[in-house]
């Protein structure tokens, strides 16, 4: 390379650093996890969540109510909220959430089912006990039914143009 060419590369590459290095005059901020809670059904402050969510930041879910849904199945005597059947069946207690056994009544006809939970959600500190949460107060469990797959036929039909033609 000439040296034209070795001044207009280093030249470039400087101004591509130093805009890189100077976006927007402000420092990049680590906000942190996300919620666990990222939608509350309006109005009624119950904060729907996914186990995934709680799991990266379950502090952020302490004594609200929640909303989640999950496989419920007893363990040893604890009626346990899993995240899937997956996780029961392979006994990954670590995934799960109890459920207050005074609130066992709303679990009746509900065992060995995905379910959708509502209840006050707290953390688990114990190691006797591998998950890590806990719900309590239970105010609804209703069963979840399996969504019914489409036809897939309508995958490869031609869909009408925004035009209208």
Not at 51 to 78: C, E, H
Not at 114 to 127: A, L, Q
């Amino acid at each position: 390379m000439n040296k034209n060419c070795m001044t207009m590369f280093w030249v470039a590459f400087a101004l591509l650093a130093v805009g890189c290095s100077k976006r927007d005059g402000a420092p990049a901020v680590d906000h942190g996890p996300l919620s666990a809670c990222y939608f509350r059904t309006h109005g009624s402050g119950t904060c729907t969540t996914s186990f995934q969510r709680l799991m990266v930041d379950p502090q952020s879910a302490v004594g609200k109510n929640i909303s989640i849904v999950g496989y419920l199945a007893p363990r040893r005597g604890v009626a346990l909220l899993y995240p899937s059947e997956n996780d029961f069946a392979h006994d990954v207690v670590v995934n799960a959430i109890s459920i207050d056994s005074k609130d066992a009544a709303l679990l009746t006809d509900r065992w060995y089912q995905v379910v959708s939970v509502r209840g006050r959600f707290d953390v688990v500190v114990d190691p006797v006990e591998p998950w890590f949460g806990e719900i309590d107060s239970l105010s609804e469990v209703n069963a979840v039914g399996a969504m019914g797959r489409e036809d897939p036929v309508v995958i490869y039909e031609k869909l009408p143009s925004r035009s209208g033609k």
